[in-house]
């Protein structure tokens, strides 16, 4: 017999899916399993699609896009450029995994940018 406790839960997951599935942003996909490796290759991977020289815009359009958060991570440095950064954390199994990146700006031109992957375990 469905009560209609069951019947709301059950509603409610269909119409609120969980963050658990929801699809990984396409920068995160495919990395390799182990922490170790994977962070290595979020590293090169964020180095490629936002290369040194390229547009501050793009890069904030495409995070938000893929489901990043971005935020200001400090004022103006010392070399006048700003420290911005953007993060993505998703659960899986028994582990919130964390996507970072981190990059500088002036005149809303990249002129570094970095990438970091974790994850917080039980």
Known sequence: MITPM????????????????LPRPALVRGL??????????????VAEAFPLGSSEEILIRRLRGEGFDVHA????????????????????????????????????????ASGDYGGTCL
């Not at 922490?35 to 979020?42: L, P, W």
């Not at 953007?86 to 964390?98: D, K």
């Open 6 to 21: 069951t019947l709301v839960a059950g509603l409610a997951m269909v119409l609120h899916p969980s963050r658990q599935d």
């Open 32 to 45: 390799p399993a182990r922490f170790a490796d994977a962070d290595s290759a979020f590293r090169a991977r």
């Open 73 to 112: 991570l400090d004022r103006r440095g010392s070399d006048r450029s700003e420290a911005r950064g953007a993060s993505v954390s998703l659960p899986s199994s028994a582990c919130t995994l964390t996507w970072r990146v981190r990059w500088r700006a002036q005149a809303g031109t990249i002129v570094s």
